[in-house]
């Protein structure tokens, strides 16, 4: 089992079509920016670049300032596969469905009460050839990828907000042994399974989402299995 499997559990498929037509007969939008401060982001990736897809699992951490039913994420051409909110009354029922230009709107069955929220999400992503998103370079087992996060392209690898601020990031990031793995974050723990390696990152300060930095390559004979990457 991978850590996105460990960190989320099954899988629950909900019905997109009718979540689209739920949503966009009850027209009224989502939480505004101001309404939702963001706390912390924690995300798990399983980054094999031999592969053409990966597999990733969010949780979103929030305050919201004022009751709502409605939350919208950015994801870019993502596919979620599982969606929970929890607040502080507990686990809410929810539909989901995607807007043009990469938007996920949540919607609760129930009035989201003001406070903490948390928001989870299990999701499939593919590697581009090009920005925005973890783009790779080269086929096989000399993949590389490089994070493109400028101008909301953070979204296009992990669903996220990123209009609402800094916040905490804990990056867990599973890589074939192979290869090196690097980001702008404090690595704090590393460890191996037969063939991989997964690694745990923390920011010490609050960034945006868009300013994180992520690197997987073929790793070098003698090197550690992460370095740490400039802001």
Request: charged share 25%; net charge positive; aromatic share 6%.
């Amino acid at each position: 089992m991978g850590p996105c499997a460990a960190a989320f559990g099954s899988v629950n498929l909900r019905s997109m079509h009718l979540a689209l037509l739920l949503l966009a007969l009850l027209g009224t939008g989502p939480a505004g920016r101001e309404a939702v401060q963001a706390d912390s982001q924690t995300v798990v990736l399983e980054l094999h670049p031999q592969r053409d897809r990966y597999r990733g699992a969010t949780e979103i951490f929030v305050t919201l300032s004022e009751p709502t039913r409605r939350i919208a994420l950015e994801s870019r051409g993502l596919e979620p596969s599982r969606i929970e909110l929890v607040d502080r009354e507990g686990r809410v029922d929810l539909i989901w469905g995607e807007r043009p230009k990469g938007t996920l709107l949540l919607e609760a069955r129930r009035e989201l009460t003001a406070g903490p929220l948390c928001i989870r999400v299990a999701f499939d992503g593919a590697y581009p050839d090009s920005a925005p998103g973890l783009v790779r370079t080269g086929r096989g087992p000399r993949a590389r990828l490089r994070s493109a996060f400028a101008l909301g392209g953070a979204s296009a690898a992990f669903p996220c907000m990123t209009g609402v601020g800094a916040q905490a990031w804990s990056l867990t990031i599973e890589v074939p042994a192979t290869h090196a793995l690097r980001t702008n974050l404090w690595r704090q723990r590393t460890g191996y399974a037969p063939g991989v390696r997964t690694s745990v990152f923390r920011s010490r300060s609050p960034l945006p989402a868009d300013s994180l930095r992520i690197e997987v390559r073929p790793r070098p004979r003698g090197r550690g299995p992460s370095q740490r990457l400039r802001q």
